[in-house]
C-alpha cells in the first residue's frame, strides 16, 4: 500500500497552501485535462507568487523530487503533473496587465488564452496565440505559439519581449534580448527545459472585430478543398488567417440539425478587419469551392471567435494526438488525409492542418529556438472522446492515420505542442534541426542536472 506523505513533512519556509495526498481536494487538483493520463503526485503546490516557486524549487531539488510544472493544465502529454513527485502549479497567478500605449502586456504564468483575450481586448488588442481560450498560455508559449493572427504577426514567441524565470538554483532572472538572451533565445521554442517562467512580457497588435468563422463541405470534397487550400494560401493577404480541418459536425447546438454527425472537411478562417475586406478575401473559396454544407463566416468580436471550439473541449476529455511539420502537402498525402479522415472514430476526432507562412517566415531560423519556419503546415491528429473505453481505438486510429501521412512528410519532425511524451529523442531532434545542439548547450547551462525534465527533455 502506497504510503500518504501529508503537508506536515514539507518545509515551513513554503507558503502556499500544499495539497498533498491526504488532502480531501487532492483527486480534484491532480485530474489532468486529457484524461486519458492519470497520475498521482505526492504534492500540488498552488503559488500564488514567484516568492512561493522559488520556495517549491529549492525544496526539490534539496530532496531530489520529480518535478512537473503546472499552468493551464493543457498538456496533451500530461506533463503538468508526476507520479511521487512535485507539481508546481502556477494557475493561481492570473494577473495581466496591459499598458495601451506601449501595447505590451504583462501576463502571469498561470493566465489561460481567455485570461489574456478579456483584458486586451478592452483596449482593441490581442496577443498573437491559440485557437482554444482554455489553453495555458505559458506551455503555449514555451512550444510556439500558433494561431489566428499567426500569419499577420508571428508565432507568440516572435512576439514575446521578456519573461521572469526561476531557474534550477533558485535564483530569479529576466530572460530578454539585453538580460539572459541565451535563456531568452532557448525559451521561443524549448519548452519547460530551462526553468519555471513565471511572468511574460508580449507585444500586442490590434485586433477588434473579424471577419471569421468554419465553412463546412461533405468529406468527399476533401482531396479538392485540400488542393484548392494549398495552392491559395501562399498568396493571400496575411491579414486572412485559415486552417484546413477534417472533423465530424457535433450532434448538438448550434448546428444545424440536419448535418448533425456528418463527416466534413472545413476552412477555419479569420479575416483582422472589416466584414467587407474578410468578404472579398474569402470570394476565392466561394467561387472555386463546391456548395458548402454551412458557412459560418460573419464579423464578430476577436475573443467571441477564440472561445468558438470551447463548449466542445471541456476537461476530462480523452485524447490522444500526433503531430508532424508538412513542407509539401503532395497529391498522395491529400489522398491518405481523404482515405483515413473519413474514418474518424469519434465525433471529436479530427485532424487540423496549421498555416507556418506569413510573418512566420520573416524570422531567421536560428533567431529563436523554434526553427521549423521553412515548414508549410504544422498537422495535429487527434483522437478525442469522453469515454474511457474508447481510449486504445482514438490511439489506434490517430496512430494509423499519421503513418498513413508521415511517410510522405520530408521533414521528420513536429510541433512539441503536437507530441506525446512517447516520441523519442530522434523526434525531437528533427523537431529542433540545427538548433538542437543550441538548446543543448543551454540545458547544460541553465539546467545542468535535468530538475526540470517532466517535459519533451533537452538532456544537458
Same mark, same amino acid.
Given at each position: 500500500?502506497?504510503?500518504?506523505?501529508?503537508?506536515?513533512?514539507?518545509?515551513?519556509?513554503?507558503?502556499?497552501?500544499?495539497?498533498?495526498?491526504? +488532502?480531501?481536494?487532492?483527486?480534484?487538483?491532480?485530474?489532468?485535462?486529457?484524461?486519458?493520463?492519470?497520475?498521482?503526485?505526492?504534492?500540488?503546490?498552488?503559488?500564488?507568487?514567484?516568492?512561493?516557486?522559488?520556495?517549491?524549487?529549492?525544496?526539490?531539488?534539496?530532496? @531530489?523530487?520529480?518535478?512537473?510544472?503546472?499552468?493551464? /493544465?493543457?498538456?496533451?502529454?500530461?506533463?503538468?503533473?508526476? *507520479?511521487?513527485?512535485?507539481?508546481?502549479?502556477?494557475?493561481?497567478?492570473?494577473?495581466?496587465?496591459?499598458?495601451?500605449?506601449?501595447?505590451?502586456?504583462?501576463?502571469?504564468?498561470?493566465?489561460?488564452?481567455?485570461?489574456?483575450?478579456?483584458?486586451?481586448?478592452?483596449?482593441?488588442?490581442?496577443?498573437?496565440?491559440?485557437?482554444?481560450?482554455?489553453?495555458?498560455?505559458?506551455?503555449?508559449?514555451?512550444?510556439? /505559439?500558433?494561431?489566428?493572427?499567426?500569419?499577420?504577426?508571428?508565432?507568440?514567441?516572435?512576439?514575446?519581449?521578456?519573461?521572469?524565470?526561476?531557474?534550477?538554483?533558485?535564483?530569479?532572472?529576466?530572460?530578454?534580448?539585453?538580460?539572459?538572451?541565451?535563456?531568452?533565445?532557448?525559451?521561443?521554442?524549448?519548452?519547460?527545459?530551462?526553468?519555471?517562467?513565471?511572468?511574460?512580457?508580449?507585444?500586442?497588435?490590434?485586433?477588434? +472585430?473579424?471577419?471569421?468563422?468554419?465553412?463546412?463541405?461533405?468529406?468527399? +470534397?476533401?482531396?479538392?478543398?485540400?488542393?484548392?487550400?494549398?495552392?491559395?494560401?501562399?498568396?493571400?493577404?496575411?491579414?486572412?488567417?485559415?486552417?484546413?480541418?477534417?472533423?465530424?459536425?457535433?450532434?448538438?447546438?448550434?448546428?444545424?440539425?440536419?448535418?448533425?454527425?456528418?463527416?466534413?472537411?472545413?476552412?477555419?478562417?479569420?479575416?483582422? /478587419?472589416?466584414?467587407? @475586406?474578410?468578404?472579398?478575401?474569402?470570394?476565392?473559396?466561394?467561387?472555386?469551392?463546391?456548395?458548402?454544407?454551412?458557412?459560418?463566416?460573419?464579423?464578430?468580436?476577436?475573443?467571441?471567435?477564440?472561445?468558438?471550439?470551447?463548449?466542445?473541449?471541456?476537461?476530462?476529455?480523452?485524447?490522444?494526438?500526433?503531430?508532424?511539420?508538412?513542407?509539401?502537402?503532395?497529391?498522395?498525402?491529400?489522398?491518405?488525409?481523404?482515405?483515413?479522415?473519413?474514418?474518424?472514430?469519434?465525433?471529436?476526432?479530427?485532424?487540423?492542418? #496549421?498555416?507556418? @507562412?506569413?510573418?512566420?517566415?520573416?524570422?531567421?531560423?536560428?533567431?529563436?529556438?523554434?526553427?521549423?519556419?521553412?515548414?508549410?503546415?504544422?498537422?495535429?491528429?487527434?483522437?478525442?472522446?469522453?469515454?474511457?473505453?474508447?481510449?486504445?481505438?482514438?490511439?489506434?486510429?490517430?496512430? *494509423?492515420?499519421?503513418?498513413?501521412? +508521415?511517410?510522405?512528410?520530408?521533414?521528420?519532425?513536429?510541433?512539441?505542442?503536437?507530441?506525446? @511524451?512517447?516520441?523519442?529523442?530522434?523526434?525531437?531532434?528533427?523537431?529542433?534541426?540545427?538548433?538542437?545542439?543550441?538548446?543543448?548547450?543551454?540545458?547544460?547551462? #541553465?539546467?545542468?542536472?535535468?530538475?526540470?525534465?517532466?517535459?519533451?527533455?533537452?538532456?544537458?
Amino acid at each position: 500500500m502506497q504510503k500518504v506523505i501529508t503537508s506536515h513533512d514539507f518545509p515551513e519556509r513554503l507558503r502556499a497552501a500544499l495539497i498533498d495526498q491526504a +488532502h480531501p481536494a487532492y483527486d480534484e487538483a491532480r485530474a489532468l485535462y486529457n484524461a486519458m493520463i492519470d497520475k498521482r503526485p505526492r504534492w500540488i503546490v498552488p503559488c500564488a507568487e514567484t516568492a512561493d516557486v522559488v520556495a517549491a524549487v529549492n525544496h526539490a531539488r534539496e530532496k @531530489d523530487l520529480v518535478v512537473a510544472v503546472r499552468g493551464g /493544465g493543457h498538456s496533451g502529454p500530461g506533463f503538468g503533473s508526476c *507520479d511521487g513527485g512535485m507539481v508546481i502549479d502556477l494557475s493561481p497567478m492570473k494577473r495581466v496587465d496591459v499598458d495601451p500605449a506601449t501595447r505590451t502586456v504583462r501576463v502571469e504564468a498561470g493566465c489561460t488564452q481567455s485570461d489574456v483575450d478579456r483584458a486586451t481586448s478592452i483596449h482593441g488588442l490581442a496577443v498573437p496565440a491559440g485557437l482554444v481560450s482554455t489553453t495555458g498560455i505559458a506551455g503555449l508559449t514555451l512550444g510556439g /505559439g500558433t494561431g489566428h493572427l499567426t500569419r499577420k504577426y508571428g508565432l507568440t514567441i516572435d512576439n514575446l519581449l521578456a519573461a521572469e524565470v526561476v531557474l534550477a538554483d533558485g535564483r530569479v532572472v529576466t530572460a530578454s534580448e539585453d538580460e539572459h538572451p541565451e535563456l531568452f533565445w532557448a525559451l521561443r521554442g524549448g519548452g519547460g527545459n530551462f526553468g519555471v517562467v513565471t511572468r511574460f512580457v508580449f507585444r500586442a497588435h490590434p485586433a477588434t +472585430h473579424v471577419y471569421g468563422g468554419p465553412i463546412f463541405y461533405d468529406i468527399v +470534397h476533401a482531396p479538392q478543398v485540400m488542393r484548392w487550400y494549398r495552392d491559395f494560401l501562399p498568396g493571400a493577404p496575411r491579414e486572412l488567417g485559415m486552417f484546413f480541418g477534417i472533423k465530424t459536425v457535433p450532434s448538438c447546438d448550434p448546428f444545424p440539425r440536419e448535418i448533425w454527425g456528418r463527416r466534413v472537411c472545413a476552412l477555419i478562417s479569420c479575416y483582422n /478587419g472589416s466584414a467587407e @475586406d474578410g468578404m472579398a478575401a474569402m470570394r476565392p473559396a466561394r467561387a472555386a469551392l463546391p456548395e458548402p454544407l454551412l458557412d459560418g463566416m460573419m464579423q464578430m468580436p476577436f475573443v467571441a471567435l477564440q472561445t468558438l471550439f470551447d463548449p466542445l473541449l471541456p476537461k476530462g476529455l480523452q485524447w490522444y494526438w500526433k503531430g508532424d511539420y508538412v513542407d509539401e502537402l503532395s497529391d498522395a498525402a491529400i489522398a491518405a488525409h481523404a482515405e483515413y479522415g473519413s474514418k474518424t472514430p469519434s465525433e471529436l476526432s479530427l485532424m487540423h492542418l #496549421y498555416p507556418i @507562412d506569413g510573418a512566420v517566415q520573416d524570422v531567421a531560423p536560428d533567431a529563436t529556438a523554434w526553427g521549423t519556419r521553412q515548414a508549410r503546415w504544422s498537422m495535429v491528429i487527434a483522437g478525442i472522446d469522453p469515454d474511457p473505453g474508447k481510449a486504445s481505438e482514438l490511439k489506434r486510429w490517430a496512430s *494509423d492515420y499519421w503513418a498513413a501521412v +508521415h511517410r510522405h512528410n520530408a521533414h521528420g519532425g513536429a510541433y512539441i505542442n503536437f507530441m506525446m @511524451d512517447d516520441e523519442g529523442e530522434a523526434r525531437l531532434r528533427a523537431a529542433y534541426g540545427h538548433n538542437y545542439e543550441r538548446l543543448v548547450a543551454a540545458k547544460r547551462r #541553465y539546467d545542468p542536472s535535468n530538475l526540470f525534465r517532466v517535459n519533451h527533455n533537452i538532456r544537458p
